[in-house]
């Protein structure tokens, strides 16, 4: 063994999870008094970003958030060995992270990614907007005519996103916004309470009936609180400490 | 990262543990979660992988074009506007596609190592 890759913070004493990870490893734990990390051995000291590498990451935190809380580390971070896991981060970190275990315990991340159908999307704003319309195939006004399908199709993320994200709003403790690719109509990850995830998922499923056919949805989750982890969220040690 | 139906089951909604797009992967586990600068190490290579250049600025004069482009090639005889437009340009919707499809993902692979080591923050 030539290294270890941590993948998470969990608690200690938390059943591990049965998949495999990155290498075919199927991880371990690293305690430290109150919290422990979710470890991989490594034949090697530096990770590659493959695909496969990126997948059995995630699908190691995925598995793990299905008994527990995990506070899930960004992919690539290797230490030599159990010691320094211990000493260099979970030992000087180990009020945070406790903190941060306390704070998301049982909540989960849920992304939504909704894109529109690109020739469903165009033919309803040229149905809809007279002045795409009258500028559709005119030469020399090309930019004119972009600009009004730019804002004709942020109109429409707005307001086929507002019904869900009312509807959803008293389920989600927290959210963030997603990049916005090519005919995005909505990418975002909602801080779920298992609790509330049916109730959510229901309000998700019912909005994408809704756009069928001219908008594809996907929802992945019950995941790790990956877009809502941070550090800084725990309160900074006092001054004088 | 197969997309099971695990859970729900509906027509509309792909539903799976985790994001079947290599895109939403990358977004959530190499751009998010906890980071201890000093101990990250990450060799980003080859074909696989992976610098993301998704993000779509939509108010930009290339967006402009683009979007002027896939609207103007639109074939709306495959629509209910059929009657109220002009019907010219019949059979053309198949390319309308690739106009704006080719630059919605471009996942670069490079050959670029990109190794951080930061020191550490805190």
Known sequence: VAAVVVYGVVE?????????????????????RTVAA?????????LLARRRDLTAHMDVLTAATERTTVLPMQFGVVMAGDDEVREDFLEPLEERLRDLLDRFENLVEMRLSARYDEQELLAEIVATDGRVQRLRGAA??????????????????????????????????????????????????????????????RHVE?????????????????MPPYSFVDLELAPPEAAWA | MAVATRGTSSNYLQRGPSPSGLVDVVDLILDKGLVIDAYVRVSVIGIE???????????????????????????????????????????KEKETKGAVEGIKEGIRGNGKKREKQRSSGR
């Open chain 1, 206 to 222: 019912r909005w994408a009936e809704t756009n069928a056919g001219r908008a594809t949805c996907e929802l992945a989750g019950p």
């Open chain 1, 12 to 32: 200690p004493g938390t059943r591990l999870p049965r998949t495999a990870g990155i290498d075919g490893v199927r991880p371990r734990l690293v305690e430290a």
């Open chain 1, 140 to 201: 020399g006004r090309e930019l004119a005519l972009g600009e009004l399908v730019a804002d004709a199709y942020q109109r429409l993320c707005a307001r086929d996103a507002r019904p869900l994200l009312e509807a959803i709003g008293t389920l989600v403790e927290d959210e963030v916004s997603g990049d916005g690719r090519e005919w995005n109509l909505l990418t975002a990850s909602f801080l779920v309470r298992r609790s509330n995830r049916a109730a959510f998922e």
């Open chain 1, 38 to 46: 979710l470890v991989g051995d490594l034949e090697r000291d530096e």
């Open chain 2, 49 to 91: 992988v992976l610098t993301i250049d998704a993000r779509i600025v939509v108010a930009s004069v290339d967006t402009y074009l683009r979007f002027a482009e896939a609207v103007n090639r639109l074939d709306l005889t495959q629509t209910e506007l059929a009657g109220i437009e002009e019907l010219r340009g019949g059979g």
